[in-house]
């Protein structure tokens, strides 16, 4: 296990991931009954931007950085508003140097009575995510491999709740992995929301993996795509996705305002665009053969 998340923490990705994950825990709060926020692939909750290793690549400056220093339209602002204010809560009135991860989004947005299941497999990280956690009540931290973990934590007693899946891509098989994953949250927890983040490096391989998703006849997924530069298998990260099984009804009216923001905001070049589509309907019918999107 090479991948450290600190190289990349806060960057476009993470301003993306997280910004939904704060939206579907907002919509979770709307009914007063408890949930449950499960995390396969946690990292170690809270990056350090000063750190070398943050300050070597500065992926963070061109994500957070950059959405921290802009003016916001109303409507994106009101959008961001959950995530945002959790950074800037972490950071005081100082200057950006601390950017929570999506465990810590996740507790600072949870309620007394909600709960939270976070895993990671790299031993360091996983120690220094136990001690973010410790005489947390409310936190529960494993220290499985995230697929495994994923089984063994479903469904949750609360019967209601968030599932975010987050690997490092550094394995071959990981896109197979999250199908098998998709399939088995549907089984155990159908009615949990999951988000899982996907690299776009090459579009053949995405595009295979969403028509793999739509096939699996599991109803209502969609899928909302942001590329800050033409994606391309060489250099650093220029696109993402997230695949949502279960979104709150009012996330595809939002990520339609917030998508066309971030593509403008977080761009890096020629080719920065976003899609957004459902792969399929409320019956499971796959619905990928026209994909919408403005990339
Ligand atoms: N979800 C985090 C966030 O948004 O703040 C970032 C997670 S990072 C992309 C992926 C994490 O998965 C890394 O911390 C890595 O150590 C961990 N990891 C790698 N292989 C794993 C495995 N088999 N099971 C669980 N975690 C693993």
Redesign the pocket.
Known sequence: ?N???IY??GNFA?VF??AV?ALVIEHLKLKDAPFRVI???????L?DLASDEAQRTGEWREGIGRILAASLPSDVAAILAPYLDVVRNENGSGELVRY??????ARRLMRPNDRLVV????PE??RRLAALFAKDRAAKVLA??????LKAVLPPTERRGIV?I??????PGEFRRLLDALGDVRRRFATGTVLI?YPIKDEAVTGSFLRKAAALSIPKLLSAELFVRTPQSAGGLSGNGLLILNPPFTLEERLAILLPYLVETLSQGSGAGSRLAWLTDERGLSRTKTPAGSH
Do not use: C, Q
């Open positions: 296990m991948y450290r998340h990349h923490a993470d991931k997280h994950l995390d396969t692939h946690a990292g170690i909750g990056y929570p991860g999506s465990p810590l989004i895993n990671e497999a790299h990280d996983v499985l491999d995230g697929w495994t973990a975010l987050d690997p490092p891509f550094e394995e983040w």
